[in-house]
């Protein structure tokens, strides 16, 4: 069984910086694409960032990129999303979530089977 663990998340201020990881176990990891998505309360889920399984194409939400990274280590299993100068409307539950095997940077969620429990970022101004 494929388990997907997020973790990371806190209370920051605008502006500030956090690292989250998603540390995967139980099922393939290196040869999927994985993706970064988030909910905000009374908002539907969304896109923020993608990465092809070799980790050589990513894909970014308009509204993250140049402030997002999105990251693999297939040796360890793990993904991570750097996030910089961050701003009170990134506050949210991201989610990671594993994507198709041999699969690119895709930012549709219904191609992606297994996700976390999800880690609460919030952004004060």
């Known amino acids: 069984q494929v388990q997907l663990v997020e973790s990371g998340g806190g209370l920051v201020q605008a502006g500030g910086s956090l690292r989250l990881s998603c540390a995967a176990s139980?099922?393939?990891?290196?040869?999927?694409?994985m993706g970064w998505f988030r909910q905000a309360p009374g908002k539907e889920r969304e896109f923020v960032a993608a990465?092809?399984?070799?980790?050589?194409?990513?894909y970014y939400a308009m509204s993250v990129k140049g402030r997002f990274t999105i990251a693999r280590d297939n040796a360890k299993n793990t993904l991570y999303l750097q996030m910089n100068s961050l701003k009170p409307e990134d506050t949210a539950v991201y989610y990671c979530?594993?994507?198709?095997?041999?699969?690119?940077?895709?930012?549709?969620?219904?191609?992606?089977?297994?996700w976390g429990q999800g880690t609460q970022v919030t952004v004060s101004s």
């Open positions: 990465i092809s399984w070799s980790g050589g194409t990513t």
């Open positions: 139980g099922g393939t990891f290196s040869t999927c694409g």
């Open positions: 979530a594993r994507g198709p095997k041999w699969s690119g940077a895709d930012d549709s969620a219904e191609r992606y089977d297994y």
